[in-house]
């Protein structure tokens, strides 16, 4: 982001010196309605007038309420860009009964409640108590929420929100600028909502931002994702060794004589023969899936000129397949040394050796035989991550809209259901490459009737087992993948919030 060689992050901006416009507030207590009208200079009746005036510039047509195309046009009136309007949101926001409409009681609701969350981070970013917000103190502000910016970027930043261009910020241009912003009024979320209408005044295309969306937290996303991906694996390695198991038979397969199998190589262990490494290689892959997904969503929706929570559904199956695709890329040989680990006939319960087992697959069939069974892998990985994501996210926003309400966030119930469907479903649909990848990745390549590729796997498998064959292990799969999805998002989701990323 900085130029000529330079880094212009490394100290604040000169100091400002407040003017005389700033208009400190010294009403004690905690922040109240009267500290806003004192910020404001202005009276409560004052106050109703420009509220209900407000009102009647969207609600042109007199209807006595406001519906989506009336906040749309009313947005387009003050000529905000139609790509960055949030006139979806912000009637979600307001309509409070859920009936489509917004009522002057329900827009007034909203008006008080944002111009108090906007009034309280304004006091927070003022340090110094003055009235008024100092380019110093909005740059600090924005360092401690970890965003880098430079002295351009931060001078733009003032400029857009500084109506008088007396270089300081009032409480009055403050609210002006955010009061029809929709979500919540973090550091952050200002932060990007002036990035995207600063990248329409300059007149640029839209490219993955340099400042908040370039992730300076990046780490945190890692952690999330490593957590969130190593506790469901772990929960559900039985029926993940059962699944495997299932799937490599080419004879009848039955759910009670495997199980009785598994048993007898070395009892309740034995369920967890392979689960050390599905853990080990589980962490990055959930970390690299979901890291990669959160900027991919970032790029899409600066693409389409659209907030990264607002990408749509193909947005999400885009960035979800893509985010699947390298993740399983990266992990895939130790994928395929599990799954050999999983499927190893035991001789008088002896397990073998991980290291053993790797080097002969390396001598033996040469370094190509870690990537056998990618092709169905990739090709099972991109829609089972897309449908699976964006399932997930489109519940959740299905649920904020018909289950929660006064803008409520989902709690750890909703989002278990959310991730309980989507990962049943992404399952389902991509099953049958599961059982071609799984038989590739378990077969030798020097092995006598070895498979040639995929396609002999599947008319093989079709001529001797019909389509039951496809699905076998289907059914501890779906036992495996509903608690794991579920448990994934919960705990990324936890993570997030604990670690400040939402």
Request: hydrophobic share 40%.
């Amino acid at each position: 982001m900085s130029g000529g060689g330079q880094d212009h992050r490394k100290q604040p901006p000169a100091p400002a010196r407040p003017s005389a416009c700033c208009n400190p507030v010294k009403k004690p207590g905690p922040v109240s309605m009267d500290h806003v009208l004192s910020a404001l200079r202005e009276t409560k009746e004052e106050r109703d007038t420009r509220i209900r005036s407000l009102f009647s510039f969207f609600d042109a047509a007199n209807l006595g309420y406001l519906d989506y195309a009336q906040i749309e046009a009313g947005l387009s009136a003050l000529q905000i860009p139609a790509e960055y309007k949030y006139a979806k949101d912000l009637l979600r926001v307001c309509d409070a009964n859920k009936d489509g409409r917004v009522d002057y009681q329900e827009f007034r609701r909203y008006m008080d409640a944002k111009e108090l969350e906007l009034y309280r981070i304004f006091q927070a970013i003022d340090v110094e108590h003055n009235g008024c917000i100092l380019p110093e103190e909005l740059w600090d502000a924005l360092v401690k929420a970890g965003i880098e910016i430079d002295d351009d970027e931060l001078a733009s930043f003032v400029e857009h929100v500084d109506k008088d261009n007396n270089g300081i910020i009032t409480f009055e241009e403050w609210r002006d600028f955010f009061l029809l912003y929709p979500h919540e009024a973090t550091i952050e979320n200002i932060y990007q909502y002036w990035e995207r209408v600063y990248l329409v005044d300059i007149g640029e295309h839209a490219v993955i931002p340099a400042g908040i969306s370039k992730h300076v937290h990046a780490s945190k996303y890692l952690i999330a994702g490593g957590v969130a991906g190593a506790a469901s694996r772990t929960a559900t390695a039985p029926l993940d060794r059962l699944k495997v198991v299932l799937q490599v038979q080419t004879t009848r397969a039955s759910i009670v004589p495997a199980v009785k199998n598994i048993w007898n190589e070395g009892g309740f262990v034995a369920f967890f023969r392979g689960n050390g490494l599905n853990v080990v290689k589980v962490a990055p892959e959930s970390a690299i899936k979901f890291y990669t997904y959160e900027l991919l969503k970032n790029f899409i929706g600066d693409l389409k000129g659209e907030d990264k929570g607002d990408i749509g559904t193909s947005g999400r199956l885009v960035a979800g397949g893509l985010a699947g695709a390298v993740a399983q890329t990266a992990i895939y040989p130790m994928d395929l040394v599990k799954t050999r680990l999983q499927t190893h006939v035991c001789e008088a319960g002896k397990v073998p050796n991980l290291g053993k087992l790797s080097k002969d697959i390396w001598v033996q069939e040469g370094p190509r035989a870690f990537y056998r069974g990618l092709v169905p892998s990739l090709l099972g990985i991109i829609p089972y991550a897309g449908i699976d994501l964006a399932a997930y996210e489109t519940l959740k926003d299905m649920s904020r809209t018909y289950i929660l309400h006064d803008g409520e966030e989902p709690g750890p119930l909703v989002q278990l259901g959310c991730g309980t469907i989507s990962g049943a479903l992404g399952a389902t649909c991509v099953y049958p490459l599961q059982v071609i990848r799984t038989r590739m990745q378990a077969q030798r390549h020097n092995a006598s009737a070895a498979y040639s590729g995929m396609s002999d796997v599947f008319w093989r498998t079709f001529q001797h087992e019909g389509l039951r064959g496809f699905y076998k292990g289907l059914f501890p799969n779906l036992l495996k993948v509903v608690p794991a999805a579920s448990i994934t998002y919960l705990v990324y989701e936890t993570m997030k919030k604990s670690l400040d990323l939402d």
